[in-house]
């Protein structure tokens, strides 16, 4: 196996493989330390940061341009390399079931450029045991390697979370384990390198996996009784956010709150660890509850939408709403996953056109994956309603006498708001009818 000593020195290289979101936060930070080569297939994202661009603005222009990692489209630079950390996406496909393309095609890459004595180390989320049961084999099959004795592998699962400057790569405790103690060893040292919250050693990859799988489940779950609550308090005619005000006074309630479950994390992982269940014999009941919940919520929100039009006398079949914010999470440009398309096919189905804006998510990526071509807030007259789906910080300028000259009757408007961006009195006060989730 590749020796610490090696890596520190220069005389092998680590290989990021992946440059998104998990990737290159992670490729910026080893660089300060070890020579780095952050590998991704896409061209069109090489060059990207090779001109100091980042889109997903994970990372600034001034640490892209310091940084010595050298990024590179082609794969034959991975035979420089010691230690391949392979950080790609594992979404799921229509059925809900994990889909390892990604990974495997990521794992056949490697393999195919990796030297004797190599350490390939994953990132991803997968299910317990994956590593071992899918990865491994790929990998002696394309390399012609013996696993544990030409090369080991580790896992380390990723904790980034988009668009949080507090809760960072390095002060965020990572998880390791290898396959070997001398191969966690060496990636106990290699993180902790960057990692200032320090590493957390498991006995097992199969544990480690485990552990990653759960966080974003606990999380699913979480939100998905603050969801129950709130369809529970909607119709009981009172207000969730007050609600969970009043009862986050005792010490010991947990402070989460309703909202849409979209990304590639949350809204996925889930899955993986149920699809492990099942092959298993064992039908998880609350995992899947949890999941059915917060993928009904966008349906829930526009059925909202339409009952209190209705309510106000509009006619739905003519009505016009406007919908701000389109991406999974506020102030991340990423658009997979997000639940607000739920929300406008669900309103398509009544016959309302909706009006989405969204200031920082790509257009074209949008018309590509959903076929919705955004607005300008300039567009936003005549409106029946507004819905607050995604509350950046770019739409804090919003008042509400803007809102006002949106709608087509200032005297009878609605603003749903999803994750109260607005504060009940001040919308009362500007004689705006609020409706929040």
Same mark, same amino acid.
């Given at each position: 196996?590749?020796?610490?000593?090696?890596?520190?020195?220069?005389?092998?290289?680590?290989?990021?493989?992946?440059?998104?979101?998990?990737?290159?936060?992670?490729?910026?930070?080893?660089?300060?330390?070890?020579?780095?080569?952050?590998?991704?297939?896409?061209?069109?994202?090489?060059?990207?940061?090779?001109?100091?661009?980042?889109?997903?603005?994970?990372?600034?222009?001034?640490?892209?341009?310091?940084?010595?990692?050298?990024?590179?489209?082609?794969?034959?630079?991975?035979?420089?390399?010691?230690?391949?950390?392979?950080?790609?996406?594992?979404?799921?496909?229509?059925?809900?079931?994990?889909?390892?393309?990604?990974?495997?095609?990521?794992?056949?890459?490697?393999?195919?450029?990796?030297?004797?004595?190599?350490?390939?180390?994953?990132?991803?989320?997968?299910?317990?045991?994956?590593?071992?049961?899918?990865?491994?084999?790929?990998?002696?099959?394309?390399?012609?390697?013996?696993?544990?004795?030409?090369?080991? %592998?580790?896992?380390?699962?990723? $904790? &980034? #979370?988009?668009?949080?400057?507090?809760?960072?790569? +390095?002060?965020? *405790? @990572?998880?390791?384990?290898?396959?070997?103690?001398?191969?966690?060893?060496?990636?106990?040292?290699?993180?902790?390198?960057?990692?200032?919250?320090?590493?957390?050693?498991?006995?097992?990859?199969?544990?480690?996996?485990?552990?990653?799988?759960?966080?974003?489940?606990?999380?699913?779950?979480?939100?998905?009784?603050?969801?129950?609550?709130?369809?529970?308090?909607?119709?009981?005619?009172?207000?969730?956010?007050?609600?969970?005000?009043?009862?986050?006074?005792?010490?010991?309630?947990?402070?989460?709150?309703?909202?849409?479950?979209?990304?590639?994390?949350?809204?996925?992982?889930?899955?993986?660890?149920?699809?492990?269940?099942?092959?298993?014999?064992?039908?998880?009941? %609350?995992?899947?509850?949890?999941? $059915? &919940? #917060?993928?009904?919520?966008?349906?829930?929100?526009? +059925?909202?939408? *339409? @009952?209190?039009?209705?309510?106000?006398?509009?006619?739905?079949?003519?009505?016009?709403?406007?919908?701000?914010?389109?991406?999974?999470?506020?102030?991340?440009?990423?658009?997979?996953?997000?639940?607000?398309?739920?929300?406008?096919?669900?309103?398509?189905?009544?016959?309302?056109?909706?009006?989405?804006?969204?200031?920082?998510?790509?257009?074209?990526?949008?018309?590509?994956?959903?076929?919705?071509?955004?607005?300008?807030?300039?567009?936003?007259?005549?409106?029946?309603?507004?819905?607050?789906?995604?509350?950046?910080?770019?739409?804090?300028?919003?008042?509400?006498?803007?809102?006002?000259?949106?709608?087509?009757?200032?005297?009878?408007?609605?603003?749903?708001?999803?994750?109260?961006?607005?504060?009940?009195?001040?919308?009362?006060?500007?004689?705006?009818?609020?409706?929040?989730?």
């Amino acid at each position: 196996m590749v020796s610490f000593e090696r890596i520190v020195s220069g005389d092998v290289s680590v290989a990021v493989v992946g440059l998104g979101y998990v990737g290159l936060p992670l490729a910026i930070s080893l660089a300060k330390h070890f020579s780095v080569i952050g590998y991704d297939q896409h061209t069109q994202r090489i060059e990207e940061l090779r001109r100091g661009n980042d889109h997903t603005g994970e990372v600034s222009l001034e640490a892209l341009s310091n940084s010595t990692a050298y990024f590179t489209a082609d794969p034959r630079l991975l035979e420089k390399a010691g230690v391949h950390i392979i950080a790609v996406p594992t979404p799921i496909d229509a059925h809900h079931t994990p889909d390892l393309v990604p990974l495997l095609m990521a794992t056949r890459t490697v393999a195919s450029f990796m030297q004797r004595d190599s350490v390939i180390v994953y990132e991803s989320t997968v299910w317990p045991g994956a590593t071992e049961e899918k990865c491994v084999p790929v990998l002696e099959n394309v390399s012609g390697m013996r696993f544990g004795k030409d090369f080991t %592998v580790g896992y380390s699962p990723e $904790r &980034i #979370n988009p668009g949080d400057k507090e809760h960072t790569l +390095e002060n965020v *405790v @990572k998880i390791v384990a290898g396959s070997d103690n001398m191969t966690t060893a060496l990636l106990a040292g290699l993180y902790g390198k960057i990692i200032t919250a320090g590493v957390h050693v498991t006995s097992s990859i199969m544990v480690a996996e485990a552990a990653k799988v759960i966080e974003n489940t606990q999380r699913d779950l979480n939100i998905a009784l603050m969801n129950e609550l709130a369809i529970i308090f909607n119709s009981l005619g009172i207000d969730t956010g007050e609600v969970l005000a009043a009862a986050g006074t005792k010490w010991n309630f947990l402070p989460f709150s309703p909202g849409l479950v979209g990304g590639h994390c949350i809204g996925v992982d889930p899955y993986y660890l149920t699809f492990k269940a099942e092959s298993l014999g064992y039908h998880p009941q %609350v995992i899947l509850a949890g999941r $059915r &919940i #917060n993928d009904s919520m966008g349906k829930f929100v526009a +059925e909202a939408c *339409v @009952k209190e039009l209705i309510r106000k006398g509009a006619c739905v079949r003519e009505a016009k709403v406007g919908i701000l914010g389109f991406t999974y999470k506020e102030n991340v440009p990423d658009i997979r996953n997000t639940r607000v398309i739920d929300i406008i096919n669900e309103l398509k189905e009544f016959g309302i056109e909706a009006l989405v804006h969204d200031p920082i998510a790509d257009n074209e990526q949008a018309i590509r994956e959903y076929e919705i071509s955004f607005s300008h807030l300039k567009d936003f007259q005549q409106l029946d309603a507004v819905i607050v789906a995604v509350p950046h910080k770019d739409y804090s300028f919003i008042q509400p006498k803007q809102l006002l000259k949106w709608f087509r009757d200032a005297g009878n408007t609605l603003v749903l708001d999803v994750k109260g961006f607005f504060e009940p009195a001040v919308m009362e006060a500007a004689g705006l009818e609020l409706w929040r989730m």
